[in-house]
């Protein structure tokens, strides 16, 4: 199964542009990616699906057109222009893994985004 | 209005049990997957187990296997998680989700902790 990493943490000023990273596992590089925005106290709310010709479907309900995806070996980007104090939240990605008779979904370690 | 909302946790000392239940509404609940995903603590997601909309298809993370129980009520669009034989290392938010890989909608989560 995928192993999925993020860096724990990440930081960017208001009005700027940041790009999280996650990092799949060797072996799996045709994987798609679900991101997920986690505000303080919240649950998680989807974001986006990306694959390696970029965004897969359509974005979660009411995602600014500020954020996007891009993919490319085994990283899946999320990058989010002209940051809002409202952005600041853990990111998480998470992909699927069944074989038919077996299914895991595994989760990356989340980035903590802090807007300065 | 699209919503689930999680029920039943609490405090259980080590050994003991505890169900949760998981009440959608706003969608046709018998048409989707639905999973459990937990987060301990300053943590980050952790997939915890899925169901098949009709209920017939079960798949468990290796963690809770033989322990927790995933069952589904489509009559009274709720889902559950029977967790026996609980640990320490069990503490944490459970959030329900619509779907099996890719979630569109979670819950706020309800806090399950496990100590003496």
Sequence with gaps: QPVLTQPPSASASLGATVTLTCTLSSGYSNYKVDWYQQRPGKGPRFVMRVGTGGIVGSKGDGIPDRFSVLGSGLNRYLTIKNIQEEDESDYHC??????????????????????L | EVQLLESGGGLVQPGGSLRLSCAASGFTFSSYAMSWVRQAPGKGLGWVSVISGSGGSTFYADSVKGRFT??????KNTLYLQMNSLRAEDTAVYYCANGRGRADIWGQGTMVTVSS
């Design chain 1, 94 to 115: 998470g992909a699927d893994h069944g074989t038919g008779s077996n299914f895991v979904w595994v989760f990356g370690g989340g980035t903590k985004l802090t807007v």
């Design chain 2, 70 to 75: 995933i069952s589904r009520d489509n009559s």
